[in-house]
Nanobody, 121 residues
Framework: QVQLVESGGGRVQAGGSLRLSCAAS????????MDWYRQAPGKQRELVAA???????NYADSVKGRFTISRDNARNTVYLQMNSLKPEDTAVYYC???????????????WGQGTQVTVSS
């Protein structure tokens, strides 16, 4: 199994910054993608930023130029640096990892427990 532990959420004023972390642990052969999603009250969960094992990134239009996803492969950790935060960024942020548990086995997806980000105006 793969366990994900997220940290770094909190409350910040508009224009401020936060850095989220998501550390993967457990038994696995390889981690492929590491992504960040968010879900605001009454809304569907949406992809915020994605990062493949090859270093390709993808961002939601609403966060381009403000958020940066990065990864420390040695620590199996993915980060989300969030700058110029806006009240509409308020949501629970979830880490999602696509990992291969054993050689020759298809990848599976795993979710973190979520971390609350609140941006006040």
């Amino acid at each position: 199994q793969v366990q994900l532990v997220e940290s770094g959420g909190g409350r910040v004023q508009a224009g401020g910054s936060l850095r989220l972390s998501c550390a993967a642990s457990g038994t696995f052969y390889r981690i492929n993608r590491m992504d960040w999603y968010r879900q605001a009250p009454g809304k569907q969960r949406e992809l915020v930023a994605a990062l493949t094992s090859g270093g390709i990134t993808n961002y939601a239009d609403s966060v381009k130029g403000r958020f940066t996803i990065s990864r420390d492969n040695a620590r199996n950790t993915v980060y989300l640096q969030m700058n110029s935060l806006k009240p509409e960024d308020t949501a629970v942020y979830y880490c999602n990892v696509l990992a291969v548990r054993k050689f020759g086995v298809s990848e599976s997806g795993y979710w973190g427990q979520g971390t609350q980000v609140t941006v006040s105006s």
